[in-house]
């Protein structure tokens, strides 16, 4: 599988942005997927996942009830709806693929990842 994140730009406060991720590859319907983002002099950290069907989904407690994950299995697309968005929201955005074993919150889980796309929020 390969990801290509775009979607990312400069928003103000309380404003929302959608990011996409596209994969290409057969396995992409059967695997978890997940966002994770990085701000400047901070480690990775985990977003949201979203399983296979779409069923599942998590979220880190800082975006839980403002981000929503979701998936199109027939377009090999992987969302993030970001609302109500924060200074802290600031970071390079990364989608990545589970590994199929392991936590779904650490990073070292996910074995194939994109290229990230930058979020910037003014306040």
């Known amino acids: 599988v390969q990801l290509q994140a775009s979607g990312g730009g400069l928003v103000q406060a309380g404003g929302s942005l959608r990011l996409s991720c596209a994969a290409s590859g057969h396995t992409f319907s059967s695997s978890r997927m997940g966002w994770f983002r990085q701000a400047p002099g901070k480690e990775r950290e985990f977003v949201a996942t979203i399983n296979w069907s779409g069923g599942r989904t998590y979220y880190a407690d800082s975006v839980k009830g403002r981000f929503t994950i979701s998936r199109d299995n027939d377009k090999n697309m992987v969302y993030l709806q970001m609302n109500s968005l924060k200074p802290e929201d600031t970071a390079v955005y990364f989608c990545?693929?589970?590994?199929?074993?392991?936590?779904?919150?650490?990073?070292?889980?996910?074995?194939?990842w994109g290229q990230g796309t930058q979020v910037t929020v003014s306040s």
């Open positions: 990545a693929v589970h590994s199929g074993s392991g936590s779904y919150y650490y990073d070292y889980e996910y074995d194939v």
